[in-house]
Each structure stands twice: as structure tokens, then as C-alpha cells.
């Protein structure tokens, strides 16, 4: 039987040792890399967060943090909301934490996360475990709470990638591997927009390049997606406080790639990815609105990208979630990402989610990359 021990951040000082061991052992994600989570605790200095460490015997197999916050349901009563590797204010959850979980070693990925929840919600006043950003590529696990608890799916969104290690055991370049009307797309712009000069894809080779490339994406991605509360990220101090701390801070690890697409030197879009362990993880892109519907700037941007990525060596080319058309254009379903809502059998709570039912709670999360 796994043991979970709680301490508040601050007051653990083996932190950085501990989640350094773990992830070494683990068969994780960029999202729960020390990387990622340092830069999440640096930034955000989240109040209330706990780490919980899961032992099997005296083995240390898995570590996860959780913000612990208070929220009214149904303005009836408050109670007290976990939220695993997030703090639950939406402004600076906006940063799109993917693949989440509780950080284990191979082998005891759900079990380390069953033994969190359970711990917090038997053992504390938590009456509610948010779990947002899980991959469902295993049993749903809505499905694998027993009682006395009650869970359910509060969004879900496929998640796409691009398996390049196959590629290259076919000996395949990218475009070949896509459909022909896709393929004619991305083939089509690039030679359009070769008539107006010469077509790169450039990574930013500094960490001052990098930023400028961050800064050019913000108008771009604004105007895509708008700037109001839930709208671009860039549109919110928070989510770029984060990411120029997690360039500035993490940039000589390697990383962080930010890409730059140009026709004759002139920027047309701009890929933002991170990689980890030979997979590259999509972030987003902003892309410049053409007049000439067949022009297809993220296309080509990507299959450039791909491409370069297939030869560097890399494995996955991951999309990651979101519904959009492009992702089922160029790229496979690897899995589903969702937020997974573990919950004590409270009448209030109980009440509320029968509303939430009748309104149809499940939702598709709005993908804005």
C-alpha cells in the first residue's frame, strides 16, 4: 500500500533533489520536468501549495504539488478545491499545463495519483481534487475513482502528434506521409511565396532573439484570438511574465525553440515549442493573415519544422490538444487530454454537478495556438 506524505513548499528544503530523482526514473512529460514546475514555483510563488510525496515502502515513486484554494458552489457554501500543478486563478493558469500528472516512476503513474487524491481528500479538509491537463491514453480515469468519491470529466480535447522515429525507420520524409490535397497545400504556398523571395525557417540562436521573437508573436496572436479574459494569453501580464521568466531561466538546458518563418526576410509566422526526451511539443504559433486564401502560413511552418526535426533526430512532433482542423491535416490522434475532477460525496457538490449535468458540463477545451 503507497504512503503519501504532505509538506508545505516552502518549509521542504530537498525540493530540487527529489524532483530531479524522480524524473529520472519517470517516463514523463516537459510539463512535469523540473524545468517546467521550477519556473512555475519561481514565477507564480503559488500560496497554500503542498508537496506530496508517494512511498512505496521507504522507494520514493512519485511527488506532485497542489495549490489549495477555497470556492463557492452554487453560493450556497465554500469549500476547499486541490488543483495539481496549477494554483486555480485562471490568469495564471492560462500558461495550458499539458500532460499533467503526479510525477512518478515508470509503473506507478495512476497509482501515485489515486494515492494524492485519496490522501487529500480523506485526510484534509480538500473536498475537491482538480486534475486538469491529464492525458487519457490509458482507462479513463473518471472511470477509476471508487467510492467514497465521485469524479468526472469537466473538458476533454484530442490530443495530435507526428510519429518521426517511424518516419524514419521508413526512410519517409514528412510531406510524403501526408494526404495529397495537404500535401499540394503546403507545396502550392511555398511556391508562391518563393516568387517573393527566399523561404526560411529560422530558430532563434539566443536567448535576447528568442524574447524579440516572444514579443513579435503577441500582436499576431492577439488579433487571432482577441484579448479579452480567456482570449489570447498575450493579452494577460501573468501568462508573459511566465513564459520571459521560463525563456530567460531555462534557456542554456536547450529546451525552448522559437521559430521564425520569413519570405525575402520579411516575417510571416512564428512557431513557438519546447523539447524533452527526442519529443518536441508544439506550443503555439501566430501566423500573418494573408489576402490570398492559398497561402497557408502555419502549414508550411510546420512542415518545415517537422521535417527538420525528422532529420535532427527527434521522435515526436506533438501537437498536443485541441480540436483544430489543421491537427487532423497534419497529424495522427495519439490521445485525449483532459481535466479530471475527483470529488467527496458532499450534498452541495452533489447538487451542483446534477445541474452541471443538465447543462451538458463535458465541454471541448478552445484550443488557441
Request: a positive charge.
Amino acid at each position: 500500500m503507497l504512503k503519501v506524505v504532505a509538506e508545505r513548499i516552502e518549509a521542504y528544503k530537498r525540493f530540487d533533489t527529489d524532483w530531479r530523482a524522480i524524473e529520472s526514473r519517470a517516463d514523463g512529460h516537459f510539463f512535469t520536468s523540473y524545468v517546467w514546475v521550477r519556473a512555475w514555483l519561481k514565477c507564480y510563488q503559488p500560496k497554500n501549495c503542498y508537496l506530496l510525496r508517494v512511498y512505496d515502502e521507504s522507494d520514493l515513486v512519485g511527488i506532485g504539488l497542489f495549490s489549495i484554494s477555497e470556492r463557492r458552489v452554487l453560493s450556497i457554501a465554500g469549500v476547499e478545491v486541490a488543483y495539481l500543478q496549477q494554483t486555480g486563478d485562471s490568469a495564471e493558469d492560462q500558461i495550458w499545463i499539458e500532460y499533467n500528472g503526479v510525477l512518478s516512476i515508470k509503473g506507478y503513474e495512476y497509482e501515485a495519483m489515486h494515492a494524492c487524491c485519496s490522501y487529500l481528500l480523506k485526510q484534509t479538509k480538500v473536498a475537491e481534487a482538480v486534475l486538469a491537463g491529464v492525458e487519457l491514453n490509458q482507462p479513463n480515469e473518471a472511470t477509476l475513482w471508487d467510492d467514497p468519491f465521485s469524479s468526472f470529466l469537466q473538458w476533454r480535447t484530442p490530443s495530435f502528434g507526428v510519429d518521426l522515429a517511424k518516419l524514419r525507420g521508413k526512410q519517409e520524409d514528412y510531406l510524403s506521409s501526408l494526404n495529397r490535397n495537404t500535401r499540394y497545400q503546403i507545396t502550392r504556398s511555398e511556391r508562391i511565396y518563393a516568387e517573393r523571395g527566399a523561404v526560411q525557417l529560422h530558430a532563434a540562436q539566443t536567448v535576447e532573439e528568442a524574447l524579440g521573437y516572444l514579443q513579435a508573436i503577441a500582436p499576431l496572436h492577439i488579433k487571432r484570438w482577441g484579448s479579452g479574459s480567456g482570449q489570447s494569453g498575450f493579452a494577460n501580464p501573468k501568462f508573459l511574465a511566465f513564459h520571459e521568466h521560463l525563456i530567460k531561466n531555462c534557456w542554456d538546458v536547450g529546451c525552448i525553440d522559437l521559430l521564425r518563418l520569413s519570405v525575402n526576410g520579411a516575417a510571416v509566422g512564428y512557431l513557438y515549442n519546447f523539447r524533452y526526451r527526442k519529443h518536441v511539443y508544439f506550443y503555439l504559433g501566430a501566423f500573418k493573415r494573408e489576402s490570398d486564401n492559398r497561402l497557408k502560413p502555419g502549414y508550411l511552418a510546420h512542415a518545415k519544422a517537422v521535417q527538420q526535426y525528422l532529420e535532427d533526430g527527434i521522435n515526436v512532433y506533438d501537437f498536443m490538444g485541441g480540436d483544430e482542423s489543421y491537427k487532423y491535416s497534419l497529424a495522427c490522434q495519439r490521445s485525449e487530454i483532459a481535466c479530471v475532477v475527483v470529488q467527496r460525496r458532499e450534498t452541495v457538490l452533489v447538487l451542483e454537478r446534477l445541474l452541471k449535468k443538465l447543462k451538458g458540463y463535458v465541454t471541448h477545451r478552445v484550443d488557441m495556438r
